[in-house]
Each structure stands twice: as structure tokens, then as C-alpha cells.
Nanobody
Framework: QVQIVESGGGLVQPGGSLKLSCAAS????????MAWYRQAPGSQRELVAK???????TYADSVKERFTILRDDAKSTVALQMNSLKPEDTAVYYC???????????WGQGTQVTVSS
């Protein structure tokens, strides 16, 4: 059974940093794209960053130059290093893994990130 578990959320002041981690288990994830999404209250879930099985990253315009996505296939993990955080980054962040065939997709339970002074 596939499990996706996020960690690392919390409260941080504007301009601060946080690192989110996501651990996937129950399968081999080398052929999966791994991604982070977020959902703020009253808003739709949006893609923050993703990284393909070939380690090619893509970022939302709103987080470019501030966030970095990293994957470790040996550990089946994906991390999101978030720097220069802004209040508008406040949201629940979700880890997502999707097989290249698009047939299999899994979500974590989410972790809250709050940016506030």
C-alpha cells in the first residue's frame, strides 16, 4: 500500500525559511514525477513545484528563485526548500507523486505552512 507522508510545516516570519519533506513508501518511485501543491483558504489547489524522474524541475512563477525542489530516489523522498517566505505563501502544502504513465497518482495528507509576524 502506497503511503505519502509530509513533514516540516509550521509558523515562520516573513523572510524566513522552511524545508518540507515528503517520504513515499509502498512502491518504487523512480518512474514517478514528484511534486508539491498548495491550497490556501478559499482558493484552488495549485502546483508549486514538480520534478520529473529525470530530475527536471518546474516551478510556479510565484515561487521561482525562492523555492527549490529536491528528490532522492534512493530514499524515495522529495523536499521543498522554501526561502524568503511571504504571507501569501501561507497554505496547506501537499506532496503528490504521479507515475509517468499517468495511471497512478497519490497524495499526502498535507502540512500547514503559515507565514506571519
Amino acid at each position: 500500500q502506497v503511503q505519502i507522508v509530509e513533514s516540516g510545516g509550521g509558523l515562520v516570519q516573513p523572510g524566513g525559511s522552511l524545508k518540507l519533506s515528503c517520504a513515499a513508501s509502498g512502491s518504487v518511485f523512480r518512474s514517478y514525477t514528484m511534486a508539491w501543491y498548495r491550497q490556501a483558504p478559499g482558493s484552488q489547489r495549485e502546483l508549486v513545484a514538480k520534478i520529473t524522474s529525470g530530475f527536471w524541475p518546474t516551478y510556479a512563477d510565484s515561487v521561482k528563485e525562492r523555492f527549490t525542489i529536491l528528490r532522492d530516489d534512493a530514499k524515495s523522498t522529495v523536499a521543498l526548500q522554501m526561502n524568503s517566505l511571504k504571507p501569501e505563501d501561507t497554505a496547506v502544502y501537499y506532496c503528490n507523486v504521479k507515475h509517468e504513465s499517468m495511471r497512478y497518482e497519490y497524495w499526502g495528507q498535507g502540512t500547514q505552512v503559515t507565514v506571519s509576524s
